[in-house]
């Protein structure tokens, strides 16, 4: 995976700014390694945080020993179906785009979830910033960005569907993360 992300990023020169929503938050520290532009800032939206170092654990021990029982041939059922049936229905109230979203869903084998991405030590020196977007289960993710002095913000009325189902708030909230990372930057090199 890193050569490939290492490769398509090779022509990008100006410094770029990662975004991971859920459990690709988890893993902007090793994507800011693999990829061959500078990285400007990590925005973590509806995100655990890594650790400050070592390896980072994909899901809870516990919730990866449920899941396993729910694999078939080593394959998880779609993200969709990992929890109550009408979660789905709570998150996303449209018919038609919850059965896109669903549609679009891919089937994870148990084995991704059970590395444990290395992380750099000092990932998290670049500069960061933190969008919730539903309480339970990030807040607690959120109030440890905002110790480390991470600009942080929440979208009212959001769910952690909400980049899918309401886009254009979801992108406003992240062009003012990065506003803020930028004005706090400038204070800093003063």
């Not at 992380?119 to 020196?125: F, K």
């Not at 406003?172 to 090199?189: H, I, M, P, S, Y």
């Amino acid at each position: 995976m890193c050569r490939v992300v290492e490769a398509s990023t090779a022509h990008i020169t100006r410094p770029v700014i990662l975004a991971g929503h859920s459990g690709a938050g988890l893993l902007l520290p090793t994507i800011a390694d693999a990829v061959s532009c500078p990285i400007a800032a990590m925005l973590f939206v509806d995100s655990f945080l890594p650790p400050p170092s070592g390896t980072v654990a994909l899901l809870p021990p516990q919730f990866l020993d449920e899941l396993r029982t729910r694999a078939q041939a080593g394959v998880l059922p779609p993200w969709s179906r990992w929890f109550a049936e009408d979660a789905m229905r709570a998150l996303v109230a449209d018919d038609a785009m919850r059965s896109r979203l669903e549609a679009d869903m891919p089937r994870l084998p148990v084995s991704y979830f059970e590395g444990e991405p290395p992380v750099t030590e000092g990932w998290d020196q670049r500069p960061c910033a933190y969008l919730l977007l539903s309480e339970e289960p990030y807040s607690a993710a959120a109030d440890d960005a905002k110790r480390r002095g991470w600009p942080v913000t929440s979208l009212p009325n959001a769910n952690h569907l909400s980049p899918a189902t309401d886009p254009k708030a979801v992108e406003g909230a992240l062009l003012d993360l990065e506003q803020a990372l930028r004005l706090g930057a400038r204070r800093r090199w003063r």
